[in-house]
């Protein structure tokens, strides 16, 4: 009887390992790969496995979890003695950018290397972000929704934003309208998740826009569960653990009017029927509306800047779905009390951001971030853009996006919120 149950057992644990492994190595991702080699990885105490953590009782985890932990721990050990690539040197792309999309055509890129701009503490100026990140997150009278919660009570679907590549062990959480589809288009270089002719590309400003938007091309934390099931929440603590987490922001209002700008006051026909259309009816008092965009700009009717924070203040949109990606607060989309960031860069610094961080990186030499726009809505614009706001409003609309302005360390618009 003894026997039997010992085979039984055997085979069990057989089967068992052989599907983990099969998780764990058979994925053409690299998701098991974990270069640890960034300048961010930080130090663990011995014998702690990343992403459980300190003091964490193992005997609490489940058998299968923690013989999951323990395997990919011991991946985590092979895998930092295997070599790097050697690295290639930068590809120097076009003098210009392949302009395929109307907004990047009509904004334009700056070309200008900035030489004259001060240098700035870039050390000091993270451990400034970060500092006033962490406190406000674990100051309790400072509250927002979703802020109490714990990285396992985030829903899959709400971590689609956060981009991985292992090659580099590097996680990207986008926001959109904040120089997103460049650090997309950086990431796809340096992970090699899109092939030109067979051959990755090596130029970001090569990658055509459609392809840089289409979510089968990069590898986000919501796909985990479709792959790993059960043992999805692991691999993401692991990577969370080991690789650099780094965000980009901007100031929120600022973002907003950006928002506004491409995707109300240029062509889009998604964007048109989606929101534009609701937004006409509701708030502009329009009926009979033209189906197409062009038709609709044709006839001058364009969604008003005042429209579109009605829209925003609303409590049906809300109810109706969540905010698009496009306006949607921050610390919705990354999560950042959650999540702690290595790296915290801002579009109003963005090119002393950039290249610093692709230093830290250690991807300097294989890339370098793509120039930014010429014409980028900038932050002495609120008050032209606000002027024909309600006070009321604006100040409804502060409340909506203040964590955003308190995480990330952005002054309170005191000028557009008083009389």
Not at 77 to 89: A, C
Not at 124 to 135: D, F, P
Not at 343 to 354: P, R, S, V
């Amino acid at each position: 009887m003894t026997k039997a149950r010992l085979l039984r057992l055997s085979v069990v644990l057989v089967s068992i390992f052989m599907i983990l492994l099969i998780i764990v190595y058979w994925d053409n991702v690299g998701t098991a790969h974990f270069y640890l080699h960034t300048s961010f990885s930080r130090p663990h105490s011995p014998g702690a496995i990343p992403g459980i953590a300190a003091g964490e009782d193992w005997e609490a985890l489940p058998d299968v979890d923690e013989f999951l932990a323990k395997l990919l721990s011991s991946s985590l050990k092979q895998n930092s003695s295997i070599p790097r690539k050697t690295e290639q040197l930068l590809v120097q792309g076009s003098s210009k950018p392949v302009v395929s999309n109307l907004e990047e055509n009509v904004r334009g890129y700056d070309w200008s290397t900035h030489n004259d701009r001060n240098s700035l503490d870039q050390e000091k100026l993270q451990i400034e972000r970060q500092r006033t990140l962490r406190e406000f997150c674990a100051n309790s009278s400072f509250t927002f929704p979703t802020k109490e919660r714990s990285f396992d009570d985030i829903p899959n679907y709400e971590l689609n934003h956060l981009i991985v590549d292992d090659r580099h062990g590097i996680i990207y959480c986008y926001v959109p309208k904040v120089a997103c589809t460049n650090w997309k288009r950086v990431m796809i270089v340096l992970s090699e998740s899109l092939l030109d002719q067979g051959v990755p590309y090596r130029n970001p400003l090569d990658i055509p826009r459609e392809h840089v938007h289409n979510t089968s091309t990069h590898l986000t934390f919501n796909k985990f569960w479709r792959r790993y099931g059960k043992f999805s929440r692991h691999l993401m603590k692991i990577k969370l653990k080991k690789y650099t987490k780094f965000l980009f922001v901007r100031d929120p209002f600022v973002r907003l009017i950006s928002a506004f700008r491409s995707k109300f006051e240029l062509e889009n026909e998604e964007f048109y029927r989606r929101f534009a259309i609701p937004m006409l009816k509701l708030y502009s008092n329009h009926t009979n509306l033209p189906t197409s965009v062009s038709e609709a700009f044709g006839a001058g009717l364009k969604v008003s800047f005042s429209d579109f924070i009605q829209y925003l203040l609303d409590p049906r949109t809300e109810k109706m779905a969540p905010f698009n990606e496009h306006w949607r607060q921050v610390y919705r989309l990354c999560h950042p009390c959650q999540i702690d960031y290595d790296f915290i860069g801002k579009l109003e610094t963005l090119d002393e951001d950039a290249a610093y961080l692709l230093q830290l990186l250690k991807v300097d030499r294989l890339l370098r971030f793509p120039p930014s726009y010429r014409n980028r809505t900038a932050s002495s614009w609120e008050d032209n853009w606000f002027a024909k706001i309600p006070q009321a409003w604006r100040q409804q609309l502060y409340k909506l996006y203040e964590a955003d302005f308190v995480l990330f360390g952005y002054p309170k618009p005191e000028n557009l919120l008083k009389d």
